[in-house]
């Protein structure tokens, strides 16, 4: 009786199975007509993905969780627009970064991701639309902003257009199993200072830190040397073939790191977006209270408030805003005139929708 009742099951599983092809190749030969209709413009419409996903989720009766049916339809979506033609993702390498996991999410695994030597690197081929799009790490739950994004930022002509947010898990890698002989970890710093606590209270002291490029570039370095270890995930373990000596040991169990994508299209407005700015303020007391009453005065919420030294002269800085809203949104829009009434320097990073998650 059991073998029965699995064989109907099968069966009706493979019936789905031709039909979910069928409307798949439905939906790409709509996708593909909507690419001729447009005749060459821009294929990536970051709103209307953000809308697509958004509804799905709306729409889902289970048993499938709304972030795997979020990344079920991006890969849909991803080897629709390929279509059209494949997107080119610049982002920091090596090869099993969780910059690359980020721009995977976000874009699907048909985009083509090309590890750049540096962030820097990475905004250059985007400006000189040699790619299309750049995914850079912007801050951390644990340790806060990515000073060098926000810093290319300020003078770069890219324009946000997404983000991405992706829960972080440190895992301790080395080329063979065990522990004893280790002499140092390779790790970014911003790793070496998300797992300062495991690392202090089960390696000894004499086991160097060594900080390096990216996690994808510490997983390399530990497949060529012995007596290293590095902290890197999943992706990177399995690239550069390390073995898994102890997993998720990040110090906070929530680790998340928040990443943007830039490229030079203006988004529209989806109803749940963000609008990123950076402002310069005046040397003088209450200066920064003043330059932002036009926010709180328009009711519009802020998400984020840094500050960064400017380069322009000694103590000056800038002061980088996230805030609830599109810039077309009336009460934003009037809240972005009034300060840049308020100030010498206003510059609209970009709006676009939140975080899919």
């Given at each position: 009786m059991s073998e029965e009742l699995l064989k109907q099951h099968r069966d009706a599983i493979d019936a789905i199975d031709v039909e979910i092809l069928n409307l798949l190749n439905s939906r790409a030969n709509h996708a593909r007509e909507i690419g001729e209709i447009k005749g060459g413009g821009i294929i990536y419409r970051p709103e209307r993905e953000a809308q697509v996903l958004r509804r799905i989720q709306q729409l889902n009766p289970?048993?499938?969780?709304?972030?795997?049916?979020?990344?079920?339809?991006?890969?849909?979506?991803?080897?629709?627009?390929?279509?059209?033609?494949p997107l080119s993702i610049a982002y920091l390498g090596p090869e099993g970064t969780f910059t690359q996991l980020a721009a995977t999410k976000h874009f699907g695994h048909a985009a083509h991701t090309v590890a750049c030597a540096s962030v820097d690197e990475a905004f250059r081929l985007v400006e000189s639309r040699a790619l299309d799009y750049v995914v850079a790490p912007v801050e951390n739950s644990t340790e806060g902003a990515v000073g060098r994004t926000l810093d290319l930022m300020v003078s770069s002509p890219l324009r946000i257009c997404g983000e991405v947010v992706l829960r972080i898990h440190h895992h301790l890698l080395r080329k063979q199993e065990g522990m004893a002989g280790i002499s140092r970890v390779y790790a970014h710093a911003q790793a070496l200072a998300q797992c300062h606590e495991w690392l202090n209270k089960n390696l000894p002291d004499s086991v160097e830190r060594v900080s390096v490029?990216?996690?994808?570039?510490?997983?390399?370095?530990?497949?060529e040397d012995a007596q290293a270890?590095?902290?890197?995930?999943?992706?990177?373990?399995?690239?550069?073939?390390?073995?898994?000596?102890?997993?998720?040991?990040?110090?906070?169990?929530?680790?998340?790191?928040?990443?943007?994508?830039?490229g030079h299209q203006q988004v529209g407005a989806t109803g749940q977006d963000k609008t990123s700015i950076v402002v310069a303020?005046?040397?003088?007391?209450?200066?920064?209270?003043?330059?932002?009453?036009?926010?709180?005065?328009?009711?519009?919420?802020?998400?984020?408030f840094e500050s960064r030294p400017s380069r322009a002269g000694l103590w000056d800085y800038v002061f980088f805003i996230d805030m609830e809203g599109h810039h077309d949104d009336a009460n934003v829009a009037t809240a972005l005139a009034g300060l840049a009434e308020r100030t010498s320097f206003v510059k609209v990073l970009g709006s676009y929708p939140q975080a899919v998650l």
């Open positions: 289970g048993p499938l969780p709304n972030e795997s049916v979020a990344r079920l339809f991006r890969e849909v979506m991803s080897e629709c627009l390929a279509l059209e033609k490029a990216s996690n994808a570039e510490a997983a390399r370095l530990a497949g270890a590095a902290i890197a995930g999943q992706a990177a373990a399995e690239r550069y073939g390390l073995v898994k000596l102890a997993e998720n040991i990040e110090d906070e169990p929530n680790n998340t790191t928040r990443f943007l994508v830039l303020a005046p040397n003088r007391p209450g200066a920064v209270h003043q330059l932002l009453a036009p926010v709180a005065d328009n009711g519009v919420s802020m998400t984020k």
